[in-house]
């Protein structure tokens, strides 16, 4: 990961599943009815039953002038939109209204405040409300253009419904009718008494006046040229680098996180490229045939993020076999992310008829490990295959380029090998730091320390004498959880015996490691007295479900290192007490998968961050221009 694709990735702390539309709207009434307190005179509490009775009526008052608007939109965005043959749901308009909502009482809050301390008044007040309630259907216009790609002119009309409905019970109640020159009998008898309502309402409405509406029809229309400018700022480099809109972009992300649909997905697959990905699998066997465990590892990133694409592949893998399932980390970056989470169907196919083509051998070498450079490898022969495991600790690396471990697998493959399940341990890196964060790269000093060390562990293997092999294998889901940086197959150990020789393969579902704590572990397990085994290693899944909490959250840094050393500890032991005689075997299909392909996942996240990091600016820049003409407007009138 590049440090360009880190700030992308740190976008997957913004992902989450928003509530359905009756808790939104139930949370909605709740911050009116606060706002309403807050906002209206409570008159005299002398008393308890006469200060409770002020409150409920200033509560009921917050609901009705910021929470009805807020419901009517939720509900009538969603009619409208679709009418105009958009695609809003009732989910996304409800989590749409409550943000409006949010962004009102913000406004007001803020604005008495400041009316507080520099005695501006209720006028102050009512003018940021302007402000608001423009700056809200700014908003739901950029969202609804984005969610159903409707035109400026069409998605303005489902945009408007909770500006307009503020704005309706504010004139209604304002009494602002009066500024008009109307009347006669019949207006006077049965239309006054609907259309003006100033007896009706809180005393702190009157200070609204005809200018108030004035500017905000005003404002609002130089807030909608603000949004249109702004996408077509934004929307340029996208659909000349890409070939896609920033629109779907955007309409993916709110997708997702409102009511975790795959439309971003989708996007992605608009991004994608075909590409041809070994998936490799080693199988370990009982006597009486059936499987004690399995390590799957097809040449993809488990990503971009959360579950989209192959973020969750980890645990999809490990329900899909009948043993202990260990799905370790490929040399593969982000551009070898899956586009859709259907791509996971096809390298599981692959996975089973690589599994389907095993065949087992009872002739098994003892662990070696050779070093190059800063690359480390271990390595352990399984009949004419390999188990290759590759860490640069204890310095800081991310993930190995695709072409390097193609290119490593080929060079252990000259000394004799058939297939080679090349690891990357993914077990040392010190989080989102520095320019290019480990990344090892084609033509890197490291990317040719990694090929020599797998052709120097190719070499030892076929000189190693070889014996019977027995397993054993151990795991717990433990009770951590992916905000503190562990996925839901937690840790699991497997423990060969050849001869006199223990190695034990530690893999955590997690995301790389904390700087020395693979080394702590390491050490633990094979030095000193209370030593569980002659060689081990530890690796992590890279599993992305750990990323909607943010985008550096790796094994060590919000858990306890010592309670971690323990469970692995336990583990390894029951492990070796599981060991049983079994024997392995090795098979390499070829799965055709659709990824983000190459350079696409920086060309995305320059893309992306461009628009986090200057379209905020664009869009504080374009605010501020309409606010001016707005308030010169206002002023002039």
Same mark, same amino acid.
């Given at each position: 990961?590049t440090?360009?694709q880190?700030?992308?990735a740190?976008?997957?702390?913004?992902?989450f599943r928003?509530p359905?539309w009756?808790t939104?709207?139930?949370?909605a009434?709740l911050?009116?009815?606060m706002?309403?307190?807050g906002?209206f005179?409570s008159?005299d509490?002398a008393?308890?039953?006469?200060?409770?009775?002020f409150l409920g009526?200033d509560?009921?008052?917050?609901?009705f002038f910021?929470g009805?608007?807020t419901v009517?939109?939720?509900f009538?965005t969603?009619g409208?939109?679709r009418?105009?043959g958009g695609?809003?749901t009732h989910?996304?308009?409800s989590?749409?209204a409550?943000a409006g909502?949010?962004i009102?009482?913000?406004f007001?809050t803020?604005?008495a405040?400041v009316?507080?301390?520099t005695?501006?008044g209720?006028?102050?007040?009512?003018?940021a409300?302007?402000?608001?309630l423009a700056?809200?259907?700014?908003?739901?216009l950029?969202i609804v253009?984005?969610?159903s790609r409707?035109?400026?002119l069409?998605?303005?009309?489902?945009?408007s419904?909770?500006t307009?409905?503020s704005?309706?019970l504010?004139?209604v109640y304002s009494?602002?009718l009066?500024f008009?020159e109307?009347?006669?009998p019949?207006?006077?008898a049965y239309?006054?008494?609907y259309l003006?309502?100033p007896d009706?309402?809180?005393?702190?409405?009157?200070?609204?006046a005809?200018?108030?509406?004035?500017?905000?029809a005003?404002?609002c229309?130089?807030?909608?040229?603000g949004?249109y400018?702004?996408l077509r700022?934004v929307?340029?480099?996208?659909?000349?680098?890409?070939?896609v809109?920033?629109?779907d972009?955007?309409?993916?992300?709110?997708?997702h996180?409102?009511?975790g649909?795959?439309e971003?997905?989708?996007?992605?697959?608009?991004?994608?490229?075909e590409a041809?990905?070994?998936v490799?699998v080693?199988s370990?066997e009982?006597d009486?045939g059936t499987?004690?465990?399995?390590?799957?590892?097809?040449?993809?990133?488990?990503?971009?993020?959360g579950e989209i694409?192959g973020g969750n592949f980890?645990?999809r893998v490990?329900r899909?076999?009948e043993g202990?399932?260990?799905p370790?980390?490929?040399?593969a970056?982000?551009?070898?992310?899956?586009?859709?989470?259907?791509?996971?169907?096809?390298?599981?196919d692959a996975a089973?008829d690589a599994?389907?083509r095993?065949e087992?051998?009872?002739?098994?070498?003892e662990s070696?490990?050779?070093?190059?450079g800063?690359a480390k490898?271990?390595?352990q022969?399984?009949?004419d295959?390999a188990?290759l495991?590759s860490?640069y600790?204890?310095?800081f /690396?991310?993930?190995v380029?695709?072409?390097?471990?193609?290119?490593?697998?080929?060079? /252990?493959?000259?000394?004799?090998?058939?297939?080679v399940l090349l690891?990357?341990?993914h077990?040392?890196?010190?989080?989102?730091q520095?320019?290019?964060?480990?990344?090892v790269?084609?033509?890197?000093?490291?990317?040719f320390?990694?090929?020599?060390?797998a052709?120097?562990?190719g070499?030892e293997l076929s000189?190693?004498?070889?014996?019977s092999?027995s397993?054993?294998?151990a795991?717990?889901p433990?009770?951590?959880?992916?905000?503190?940086g562990?996925?839901p197959?937690?840790?699991?150990v /497997?423990a060969?015996?050849?001869?006199d020789?223990?190695?034990?393969?530690?893999?955590?579902d997690g995301?790389?490691?904390?700087?020395?704590?693979r080394?702590?572990?390491?050490?633990e397990?094979?030095?000193?007295?209370?030593a569980?085994?002659d060689?081990?290693e530890v690796?992590t899944?890279?599993t992305?479900?750990?990323?909607t909490?943010?985008a550096e959250?790796?094994?060590?840094?919000?858990?306890?290192?010592?309670e971690?050393?323990?469970t692995?500890?336990?583990?390894?032991?029951?492990?070796?007490a599981?060991?049983e005689?079994?024997? /392995?075997?090795m098979?390499?299909?070829?799965?055709?998968?659709t990824?983000?392909g190459?350079?696409r996942?920086?060309?995305l996240?320059?893309?992306?961050n461009?628009?986090?990091?200057?379209?905020g600016?664009l869009?504080?820049a374009?605010i501020?221009?309409?606010?001016a003409v707005s308030?010169?407007?206002?002023?002039?009138?």
């Amino acid at each position: 990961m590049t440090s360009t694709q880190s700030d992308l990735a740190g976008l997957s702390r913004f992902i989450f599943r928003a509530p359905s539309w009756y808790t939104s709207l139930g949370f909605a009434l709740l911050v009116a009815a606060m706002a309403g307190i807050g906002a209206f005179d409570s008159g005299d509490l002398a008393g308890s039953w006469r200060g409770i009775f002020f409150l409920g009526r200033d509560a009921w008052e917050g609901i009705f002038f910021i929470g009805i608007p807020t419901v009517v939109a939720a509900f009538g965005t969603t009619g409208v939109d679709r009418f105009v043959g958009g695609k809003l749901t009732h989910n996304r308009s409800s989590l749409l209204a409550l943000a409006g909502e949010v962004i009102i009482v913000t406004f007001l809050t803020g604005a008495a405040i400041v009316s507080v301390f520099t005695g501006l008044g209720q006028t102050f007040i009512f003018d940021a409300l302007v402000i608001a309630l423009a700056s809200v259907f700014a908003f739901r216009l950029l969202i609804v253009m984005a969610v159903s790609r409707s035109s400026l002119l069409i998605a303005a009309v489902p945009a408007s419904i909770q500006t307009l409905t503020s704005a309706a019970l504010l004139f209604v109640y304002s009494g602002t009718l009066r500024f008009f020159e109307v009347g006669g009998p019949i207006l006077d008898a049965y239309l006054m008494p609907y259309l003006a309502r100033p007896d009706r309402a809180p005393p702190e409405l009157s200070a609204i006046a005809l200018s108030h509406f004035q500017l905000l029809a005003i404002t609002c229309v130089m807030y909608a040229l603000g949004v249109y400018v702004f996408l077509r700022i934004v929307d340029r480099p996208w659909r000349r680098g890409l070939g896609v809109s920033v629109l779907d972009f955007i309409r993916g992300f709110i997708g997702h996180i409102a009511e975790g649909t795959r439309e971003l997905e989708d996007f992605f697959e608009q991004l994608g490229q075909e590409a041809i990905v070994p998936v490799t699998v080693l199988s370990f066997e009982r006597d009486d045939g059936t499987e004690k465990a399995r390590f799957v590892l097809p040449m993809i990133h488990p990503g971009p993020m959360g579950e989209i694409g192959g973020g969750n592949f980890p645990e999809r893998v490990a329900r899909r076999a009948e043993g202990l399932v260990f799905p370790p980390h490929a040399t593969a970056g982000h551009d070898f992310n899956l586009v859709t989470e259907r791509e996971v169907d096809v390298v599981l196919d692959a996975a089973d008829d690589a599994y389907e083509r095993i065949e087992y051998s009872p002739d098994v070498t003892e662990s070696v490990r050779v070093q190059s450079g800063d690359a480390k490898m271990l390595g352990q022969r399984f009949g004419d295959d390999a188990l290759l495991v590759s860490t640069y600790a204890p310095q800081f /690396a991310d993930d190995v380029e695709y072409a390097v471990g193609l290119s490593a697998s080929a060079e /252990a493959r000259t000394t004799g090998l058939r297939d080679v399940l090349l690891v990357d341990a993914h077990n040392c890196n010190n989080g989102l730091q520095g320019p290019d964060l480990g990344h090892v790269t084609p033509g890197s000093k490291r990317s040719f320390d990694m090929i020599t060390a797998a052709g120097l562990a190719g070499e030892e293997l076929s000189a190693s004498s070889r014996g019977s092999l027995s397993l054993g294998t151990a795991f717990d889901p433990t009770d951590w959880t992916p905000r503190e940086g562990i996925g839901p197959l937690g840790i699991r150990v /497997a423990a060969t015996t050849v001869g006199d020789q223990t190695t034990a393969y530690v893999l955590i579902d997690g995301n790389n490691m904390e700087p020395g704590l693979r080394d702590r572990i390491v050490e633990e397990l094979t030095t000193g007295p209370n030593a569980k085994a002659d060689v081990a290693e530890v690796m992590t899944t890279d599993t992305h479900i750990v990323n909607t909490v943010e985008a550096e959250n790796q094994v060590g840094a919000a858990i306890d290192p010592d309670e971690l050393r323990e469970t692995i500890d336990r583990l390894v032991d029951e492990a070796v007490a599981d060991t049983e005689p079994v024997v /392995a075997g090795m098979a390499t299909e070829r799965a055709e998968v659709t990824i983000f392909g190459n350079d696409r996942t920086e060309t995305l996240a320059s893309h992306a961050n461009v628009v986090v990091s200057m379209g905020g600016a664009l869009a504080l820049a374009l605010i501020l221009a309409a606010m001016a003409v707005s308030l010169l407007v206002f002023f002039l009138a």
